[in-house]
């Protein structure tokens, strides 16, 4: 039996990831021009109601409220056995309308170009919306008045109070807050702990280790690394720049997210790509590429793919394919380099899985109690029970019984300890770029890549975006 402790939680410092921890995180939604059309126009009336102590929201009791759940990895029933319930039980009144969907781009996007959006939305998954974008065309609800709102049930605190540090801060834009990134979330090599102990197989820390122990699982006729190049060449970018970080410090990802001339080429970047890509020319099935994430790891549980690079909502997504005695648990990545500025118990670690009210629907103020029913301790306790998942909700984890791979999760934070970092943001401020890196590092894993291409590669768009003056910069210190 495994516990969080509320000091564990405190110590993380998180990222302000919007979406991209769901299932394969590619945007399917066009530049900004495409989510601005039509965003500007006002809906002709909104819900509200009186503020008060028992309504510090001022919601309209008797109004319903429209929600839409990505249905991935995370699955739906948190909200439809544990959100809705809660929030019905405070405003029996008001209908919950709920919908899920795997396609968040394709139906919600038309409804906020309109002004007819649902009142709270998750965007994630492979058809994720531009937030960005979303944010710039006014299609977002500022939620300063949520996070200053009391808790919806802990006594004394505001909202913003009840979360881990850094939460707010990683949905806000520009300084306000529009987002909730809820899930939080482990990423790192996920690996069946069973198989390993059969074989007697040490979790390297060095990449000398690594590349030995690929040897020998290659040699036992198991594929030592892979990831699907269709739809989840996210995770690798993250592997190769959680590599980085640990290189050259989190001030290498913090370059590349504020367009940094020299960022993508700096040596950190480059050795990072430089041991990826070999990882890749020696270990990697290339027939991966056309594959989706759910058959690769697939194939991991059938003990047929040793290392997988992907975050802690793993083991929920694979729950009905995870076969009796395979058991999830993950290691940081090994450390590239004898001088790695960081340790090899380094972590990345980030909030994701956006959650969000529209600013164009007819009850964002109703969007917003369905938000702080979410952020309750109740709820995001039931959350982590439901989907192996912590949220940003600071100790709502205590006492449960932690399954393997969240068990496995917790244990790698406690080890590192003070060198948890926050990764990268350049994904939701800057689609082109993030649709380049997918491109890219496929190209660099599976196609026998150069690494100076690829930092190369990047490095033209990057300052492509730089200096292209329509695009909304956005920086970080």
Request: charged share 20%; net charge neutral.
């Amino acid at each position: 039996m495994s516990q969080i402790t509320n000091s564990e939680l405190d110590r993380r410092s998180l990222l302000r990831r919007a979406g991209a921890v769901g299932l394969a995180a590619i945007p399917a939604v066009g530049m900004l021009s495409a989510c601005v059309g039509g965003g500007s126009e006002e809906p002709a009336k909104q819900a509200t109601g009186e503020k008060s102590a028992d309504n510090p929201l001022g919601i309209d009791p008797k109004a319903p409220v429209e929600i839409v759940i990505f249905d991935g990895g995370l699955g739906t029933k948190y909200a439809t056995d544990v959100d809705t319930p809660i929030y019905k039980k405070k405003w029996p009144e008001s209908e919950v309308k709920y919908s899920a969907t795997q396609e968040i781009s394709t139906v919600v996007q038309p409804r906020l170009n309109a002004g007819d959006a649902p009142d709270m939305i998750n965007n994630s998954g492979a058809k994720m919306m531009d937030f960005g974008a979303i944010v710039a065309a006014g299609q977002a609800q500022d939620l300063t008045d949520l996070f200053a709102a009391p808790s919806f049930d802990i006594a004394g605190k505001t909202v913003a109070e009840t979360l881990v540090p850094g939460a707010v801060e990683q949905g806000s834009y520009s300084g306000k807050p529009y987002a909730v990134n809820y899930s939080y979330t482990v990423f790192g090599l996920w690996y069946n702990k069973a198989l390993f102990t059969k074989n007697n197989w040490t979790v390297p820390t060095t990449w000398a280790e690594f590349t030995a122990l690929c040897d020998k699982i290659k040699a036992a006729g198991i594929v030592p690394f892979g990831y699907a190049g269709n739809n989840a060449a996210y995770y690798m970018v993250r592997a190769l720049l959680t590599s980085a970080a640990k290189i050259g410090t989190e001030q290498a990802l913090k370059d590349i997210d504020n367009l940094k001339p020299g960022a993508w080429t700096a040596p950190a970047v480059l050795e990072a790509a430089k041991a990826w890509g070999e990882i890749g020319n020696k270990y990697l099935d290339k027939s991966f590429l056309g594959l989706k994430h759910t058959e690769v790891q697939l194939r991991q549980n059938q003990d047929k793919v040793a290392f997988y690079p992907c975050g802690s909502w793993l083991e929920n997504e694979q729950a009905k394919d995870t076969p009796p005695g395979f058991e999830y648990a993950v290691a940081a990545y090994p450390s590239v380099t004898t001088s790695d500025q960081l340790p090899a118990p380094a972590l990345n670690a980030a909030a994701g899985e956006i959650y969000f009210a529209s600013s164009k629907g007819k009850n964002p103020r109703g969007g917003m109690e369905y938000l702080r029913v979410m952020l309750s301790k109740e709820a995001a306790k039931e959350f982590t029970n439901l989907t192996k998942s912590l949220t940003v909700v600071a100790g709502a984890a205590e006492g449960l019984t932690l399954s393997p791979g969240l068990t496995s999760a917790n244990e790698a934070i406690t080890k590192a300890g003070k060198d948890l970092f926050m990764g990268y943001l350049f994904d939701t401020w800057y689609k082109k770029l993030n649709d380049e890196s997918l491109s890219a590092v496929n190209d660099l894993m599976f196609k026998g890549g150069d690494a100076q291409k690829f930092c190369d590669r990047m490095e033209a768009a990057s300052q492509a975006i730089a200096k292209d003056s329509s695009v909304q910069k956005q920086t970080r210190s």
